[in-house]
């Protein structure tokens, strides 16, 4: 247990449903990221949260749609998705310090399949 | 620019081998240096970390020296057991970003 919960754990979904995958974290951090993991693939950095306000946008296309209403909680609203967006998304969260960020602490990771 | 360069996987070794997982990194500054531990199904975890250069971080019994002058952080265990099979992941924080390795895949076979 880390600290950090995602929900749901899994999710299978078709290209022209929308779904939102959930993110809180216990931790009292104030930084909070998305991340892409594929199979054979380098962890993706896709979005970054610093006290409410993105930071960070590597690109994602505008399907994915991030909202952070606080700092405890983090959104993926997904919308139109492709099967190749199929991967396991993981929620992160960090303490930022003024000068660095202390180490991250992940969540569990949701599965998506997009059919 | 910044980014982190470990061994290719997979590895495959016997209960109670030796391991050694290296770790190489490119900076500005003085970056944090971190181990993270992926089991199947699961998000990755915190190994062990090290904060500045000749640091040692350890866990369960992994360790990792954080060495400036050869830009490294290689990962060891003296005796690895079954329960270690896992991914593991190399990674650096330098001010406000962080970069991760590639991962290594570790299989321990009784």
């Known amino acids: 247990e880390t600290g950090v919960t995602q929900t749901p754990r899994h999710l299978v979904m078709g290209m022209t449903n929308k779904k939102s995958l959930k993110c809180e974290q216990h931790?009292?951090?104030?930084?909070m990221y998305w991340y892409k993991q594929s199979a054979k693939k380098p962890l993706e950095l896709m979005f970054v949260?610093?006290?409410?306000?993105?930071?960070e946008n590597n690109s994602v296309p505008s399907r994915f749609s991030p909202e952070c209403p606080n700092s405890s909680h983090l959104f993926l609203h997904l919308h139109t998705l492709q099967p190749e967006d199929s991967a396991l998304y993981l929620c992160?969260?960090?303490?930022?310090?003024?000068?660095?960020?202390?180490?991250?602490?992940f969540g569990p990771g949701t599965r998506l399949t997009v059919l | 620019g910044n980014s982190v360069t470990q061994m290719e996987g997979p590895v495959t070794l016997s209960e109670e081998a030796f391991l050694t997982i290296n770790c190489t990194y490119t900076?500005?500054?003085?970056?944090?240096l971190f181990w993270y531990v992926q089991y199947p199904g699961e998000g990755l975890q915190l190994l062990l970390k090290?904060?500045?250069?000749?640091d040692k971080g350890s866990n369960k019994g992994f360790e990792a020296t954080y060495r400036k002058e050869t830009t490294s952080f290689h990962l060891e265990k003296g005796s690895v057991q079954v329960s270690d099979s896992a991914v593991y992941f190399c990674?650096?924080?330098?001010?406000?970003?962080?970069?991760f390795g590639t991962g290594t895949s570790l299989t321990v076979i009784p």
């Open positions: 931790l009292g951090h104030n930084a």
């Open positions: 949260y610093n006290f409410k306000e993105q930071t």
């Open positions: 900076a500005t500054g003085y970056p944090s």
């Open positions: 992160a969260s960090s303490q930022w310090t003024g000068a660095t960020y202390n180490e991250q602490f």
């Open positions: 990674a650096l924080c330098t001010g406000n970003q962080f970069y």
């Open positions: 090290a904060t500045k250069a000749d």
